[in-house]
């Protein structure tokens, strides 16, 4: 798969993402850098602690990250999960955050199909 049908696949914005990261090559190797980080892990282990405060770090922290990549299906549904949390509650979080977890499925599913 090519980096511009793994944008069409995860939901993504693949012009937007090349004209920010300056070239497909690196692009390229900042979408691979995300698919092995924890971000992830740590939300879903801080909503099953239901610690607030490193659940919101966490969606923080890959909002910024997806936002940067222009994968956004799953900034879109990220941010609605940190906006949530960013006002000090977790009510309405588990519905939003099982939409995360879908897009950030989805999203890795098409990052590990990338030639």
């Known amino acids: 798969m090519t980096l511009k049908e793994c944008y069409e696949a995860l939901g993504g914005n693949y012009d937007e993402a090349v004209a920010r990261l300056m070239n497909e090559d690196f692009a390229t190797r900042m979408v691979k850098k995300f698919a092995d980080k924890n971000t992830f892990a740590e939300m879903e282990s801080a909503m099953a602690d239901r610690d607030l405060t490193?659940?919101?770090?966490?969606?923080?922290t890959?909002?910024?990250n997806v936002l940067n990549l222009s994968f956004d299906r799953l900034a879109g549904s990220v941010s609605e999960f940190s906006d949530i949390l960013k006002s000090g509650t977790f009510d309405g979080t588990d519905e939003v955050f099982t939409r995360v977890r879908d897009d950030f499925d989805a999203t890795?599913?098409?990052?590990?199909q990338l030639d």
């Open 54 to 60: 490193k659940a919101f770090e966490a969606a923080h």
């Open 62 to 64: 890959m909002k910024g």
């Open 108 to 112: 890795i599913a098409a990052i590990r």
